[in-house]
């Protein structure tokens, strides 16, 4: 392969970072909206859920995800008590473990599941089966079987074939689906583009503009063991701004008053998904819960009044913001490397005990993180530093640009707050590394939910010369 200029990961003269990002004049400061509710970094070392990093390294080793109990649990009950007239289905995807699943079962939420093994947690978990809606763009037969073996609340179909493989499995087993139908809104979400899911060339869902989306519709009311419930729009992740919710209701809403119109079918329930953003870094600013809502509830009061039909019983499936600022990652620093760059500037390479195998996201959307060290409180000017992985990747970046205190060392704990939200659950065992655990911590006890693989697990399924 020929050689080529230097790109994006190479700096270009002065190191500066990215134009957001500002020195800070004490860089052991905790940016306090970045972090879980119980988070502590008073006297330098940090603490959450009342358990220092330090201690909980020692017990429980390096790297980890921490798990702050309650403020996970306040995440959820913020949503169900702003969406109190909205059924609020937690996102599984985001990340799943059973005591998460018991978790919003006890503060009232729904779940989102998007595979059989999503299901099996749900089930380990004695998670309410009705309350529990079932998504995927290529559910087996065996799935579908499953969940309605198990009697599933809903199960949103996202194409004929799948209306098709429902309706002769409703037959065979002598029972009904409660179908959700996913529609393609037509949108451009603000956001990366593999995680905007409404513009019409992506695999999701039956498009309104082509027509398949009514089609479908007409072929659920057709099939006698399916119950049509409602559609279902899902936008994308990671979205601020509300106007990209606001053309999808409108379109979903304008279908759904044709379908009584023309059909003379009033379809129950609306979905209209997941996808509020969370701060990762201080360019963040998403809006709470309550501003959501009331947001939300005003588009769709106001659509449904101009197309005079009655509202549809909502429900809504966040996962990152709920999960996503209840969850950061702690490592140990192994090396720290000064790397002169072209131009005369030095970048400060750190590099962690992990990396892309427990947080993809800097390598896949090119997401942004901060970070903050959590074992000491140092008195050294703050350096710009890049906090990298142990992987056999030049990619494998973790945070991407941060001010650390310019005498980092190894041995240092460092942590990388907000990652709740799909970094355990799109973690991989690249190069043979061992996914951490996933330790939750609540009034000055920690507690492992999902513990460390070990080099068995890895092994379990190298089934050697047969
Ligand atoms: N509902 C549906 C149908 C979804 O597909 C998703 C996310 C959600 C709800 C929850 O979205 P949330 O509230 O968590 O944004 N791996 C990507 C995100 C993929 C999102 C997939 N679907 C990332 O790390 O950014």
Redesign the pocket.
Known sequence: MASHEAGWAHADGALKGPSWLREPADPNALVRHLWSSTADKSDGVLSIGGVSLPDLVAAHGSPAYVLDELDFRSRARAFRDAFSAYDV?Y?G??FLSVAVARWVAEEGLSL?V?SGGELSVAQRAGFPMERVGF?GNNKSAAELRRALALGVGRI?VDSFHEIERLAALTAELDTTAHVMI?VTAGVEAH??E??A?AHEDQK?GFSITSGDAFDAVRRVLAAPGLELLGL?S?I????FDSSGFEVAARRVLALHARVSDELAVTMPEM?L?????IAYTTQDDPSDPAQLATEMSKIVEHECRALGIAEPALSI??????V?PAMCTVYEVGTVKRVHLDGGAVRTYVSVDGGMSDN??TA??D?DYSCTTASRLSTAPPVLARVVGKHCEAGDIVVKDEFLPGDVAPGDLLAVPGTG???R??ASNYNHALRPPVIAVRDGVARVVVRRETEDDLLATDVGEL
């Open positions: 289905y996102a995807k985001a989102d998007c998504h949103v996913r956001t990366h593999y995680i899911t999701f279902h899902h994308g992740s990671q979205i979905d998904g997941g996808g509020f953003g499936e966040p996962g990152r913001a709920i996503g993809i996201r896949l959307y997401a939200a799909y970094c659950s799109m």
